[in-house]
């Protein structure tokens, strides 16, 4: 996720040579363990990890064993204060659900040991593949057609291998010693539907109708217990899924949760709300990779078949997304109006915004929403008229310009 989500505390980090040093000593103990017999790393590889984490590839060098040539190892930090969600319990249970599942249904890498204490999990090491965000800005676009919908059957299978798994999930998170494992993104859009109205008012003068208003409370009924929950990894942007001879498999899962589907299908319709490389997609693509989807899922749930069942509840969801990344990128009185990401090739907030609220006019006025369409209409004119022109420009990604 681009977006920093606001339930957790300030993260620290400790020097790399000490980080490097005591994850790989801590693995080889838990595997040492395991086996029964020494095991020894060696050749750390940085594979980025986060704020939160260390995470590397080390390979094999020493084992009686069989055990895989190499393995990737994820080592946390502290616990999170008192309160705020711990993404080290919300990834190992997660990887805990995920490797009880049958190999042809896993859409992650399987666990293959842990160590709680020292907040360390030793993982399948995926291999070097391309990630999505790799293929979306390379210059092929049947590659890139063919990775998105692959994405999406993923996406599907994940939710179908994994619904009616919230008693089991929330049994590991508790074994694991965690207070709090709701949806994180649930937090910051149900601030936002408070917060919102009042910043548009103040930035761009545009007040929000009570009818807008009780749209969005309606929606916010996704955001609790539904008939179509299932465990989402929550950040399932490009960057976290790697594109494998088996399809696509999702990487990280620190803020895992269950949650409606039709929070995840929305990123099918307009392509990932939480990321930094939020670009246009080909509208073909788009109809094709929620159909993709769609077909994966109605093994479990036959009735999302019916548009006039699913597509309400994905105007929904699409809705919430696009409340709640206003809330998060639209630039405050006296921001320049900067990159998502200053740190990546990611588009001005205001033109990634305003194709989000087209998007969302289009599909409101489609289904009669018109209140919905109607605030959508002046979102993008109050856009245009404070940033300029260039707000009604946002390109393709790369493979597909």
């Known amino acids: ?9 300030p993260e620290v980090r400790v020097p790399a040579s000490a980080e490097v040093t005591d994850t ?22 940085d594979l980025g990890g986060s704020g939160r984490s260390v995470v590397m590839r080390v390979r094999v060098a020493e084992t009686p064993f069989e055990l895989p040539r190499t393995l990737v190892l994820k080592h946390y930090g502290a616990p999170p204060e008192e309160g705020y969600s711990d993404p080290f319990a919300h990834e190992a249970a997660s990887c805990q659900l995920a490797t009880a599942l049958p190999r042809e249904l896993r859409v992650g890498p399987e666990l293959i040991a842990q160590d709680t204490e020292r907040r360390l999990l030793v993982l399948e090491d995926l291999g070097r593949g391309a990630t999505l965000a790799d293929v979306l800005f390379s210059d092929d676009p049947k590659s890139a057609e063919r990775s998105m919908l692959a994405w999406a059957r993923a996406l599907g299978r994940l939710h179908t291998s994994m619904a009616g798994r919230e008693a089991d999930f929330d049994a590991l998170m508790r074994r ?62 490009p960057d976290n899924s790697l594109v494998t001879g088996n399809g696509v498999r999702f990487l990280d899962f620190e803020w895992a ?24 997609m080909p509208d073909e693509l788009v109809g094709n990779m929620l159909a993709t989807w769609r077909a994966e899922v109605v093994e479990v749930w036959p009735e999302l078949d019916d548009d006039a069942v699913l597509l309400p509840r994905l105007l929904e ?32 907030r205001s033109t990634a915004l ?19 369409a109607e605030l959508s209409e002046r979102m993008v004119a109050a856009l245009l008229e404070r940033f300029g022109s260039g707000v009604l420009e946002l390109r393709p990604y790369p493979a597909f310009r």
């Open 1 to 9: 996720m681009s977006v920093e989500i606001t339930t957790g505390p």
């Open 24 to 45: 790989i000593g801590t693995a080889e103990a838990v595997l040492t363990r395991r086996t029964g017999a020494s095991v020894r790393l060696a050749d750390p590889e």
């Open 176 to 237: 694991l010693g965690a207070e709090s494992w709701t949806d994180p993104v649930a937090a910051d859009i149900r601030r936002s539907l408070t917060e919102l109205p009042e910043l548009l008012e103040q930035t761009l003068g545009v007040s929000t109708p009570e009818s807008v208003r009780r749209v969005l409370a309606t929606a916010s009924g996704l955001l609790g217990a539904t008939r179509y929950r299932s465990f989402s990894p929550s950040d399932i942007c």
């Open 257 to 280: 949760c269950v949650r409606d589907v039709a929070l995840d299908a929305a990123y099918l319709r307009f392509p990932f709300p939480s990321s930094w490389c939020s670009y246009a």
């Open 317 to 348: 969801a699409q809705l919430l997304w696009v409340w709640v990344s206003t809330w998060w990128f639209l630039p405050r009185s006296g921001q320049l109006d900067a990159p998502i990401d200053a740190h990546m090739p990611s588009p001005r």
């Open 354 to 372: 305003a194709d989000r609220w087209r998007r969302l006019g289009e599909q409101a006025s489609t289904a009669g929403v018109s209140e919905v």
